[in-house]
């Protein structure tokens, strides 16, 4: 399994981002599939789960409304589509294979400014 996440950076409040994993090594068009993220001094924490194949999404209270995940099984590619970013949702965005992120690639960073 490899997963690469790419397509951090600085943001202000209120702002968007995308973010996009590159995935191989697996059947990624029939996968459950997930967003983490750690921020800073704290522990790993889920946001976001999806069936590649079809199905509905599964979001983090914190994200919901306004993280929405999406897939190009073509591409082998993952999405994040991140508005209205806030403060609280700096950290490290990594795309992973299990919900608690224990295996995952290597992430890319959010920071959001006030």
């Known amino acids: 399994v490899q997963l690469q996440a790419s397509g951090g950076g600085s943001v202000q409040a209120g702002e968007s981002l995308t973010l996009s994993c590159a995935a191989s090594?697996?059947?990624?068009?029939?996968?459950?599939m997930y967003w983490v993220r750690q921020a800073p001094g704290k522990e790993i924490e889920w946001v976001g789960s999806?069936?590649?194949?079809?199905?509905?999404?599964i979001y983090a209270d914190s994200v919901i409304g306004r993280f929405v995940m999406s897939s190009d099984n073509e591409k082998y590619e993952l999405y994040l589509q991140m508005n209205e970013l806030k403060p609280e949702d700096t950290a490290r965005y990594f795309c992973?294979?299990?919900?608690?992120?224990?295996?995952r690639g290597r992430g890319t960073l959010v920071t959001v400014s006030s």
């Open positions: 090594g697996f059947a990624f068009h029939r996968a459950w």
């Open positions: 992973a294979t299990t919900r608690d992120g224990s295996i």
């Open positions: 999806m069936w590649t194949a079809g199905g509905p999404e």
